[in-house]
């Protein structure tokens, strides 16, 4: 699986003119699936996101986790993180897993987030037209791949 982690003072997500999800200080999670992913996968990014060391701390150092300083997780699903752009112009996607398998994965996932966490994380609606805004605080941007963990 693939993550986009955006560190925010703010996110929300609108989805037919309806706030669906609302964070304050916290991480945009955008979380793309395929169809190699697996529980253990899962787990180990859900466990990465909660315990990253990337708030500061009274020192102005990144030595706090969204735990420590008790923010939020809003989580987006984003097949376009599996984009392949080697050949043309127009992406292809056929990495990204389909919606029979993305779906029950990126509901697994959900629920190893609030595990972790210990509290609810707001969602967008899998497969909806969504529109996210945030305000990134930094900025702090970080790509994770399950399958490429470095």
């Known amino acids: ?7 925010v003072r703010q996110a929300s997500v609108t989805i037919d003119g309806h706030i669906q999800g609302h964070i304050d200080q916290g991480i945009l999670v955008l979380a793309g699936f395929t169809a190699t992913d697996t529980l253990e996968d899962l ?8 315990q990253l060391r990337i708030f500061s701390d009274a020192d102005d150092k990144m030595n706090l986790s969204v735990q420590d300083v008790q923010g939020g997780l809003l989580l987006i699903s984003q097949f376009t993180l599996y984009a392949q752009t080697k050949k043309g112009n127009r992406p292809s ?3 990204a897993a389909p919606p029979a398998v993305a779906i029950p994965l990126y509901e697994q996932f959900h629920q190893l987030l609030e595990q972790e966490l210990g509290k609810p994380v ?4 899998f497969g909806a037209d969504m529109q996210v805004s945030l305000v990134n605080d930094g900025p702090v941007t970080i790509f994770i791949d399950s399958q490429n963990r470095e």
Do not use: C, D
């Open 93 to 95: 996607y056929s990495n």
């Open 122 to 125: 707001p969602t967008g609606i």
């Open 43 to 50: 787990a180990w990014t859900a466990k990465k996101i909660t």
């Open 1 to 7: 699986m693939r993550v986009l982690l955006q560190r």
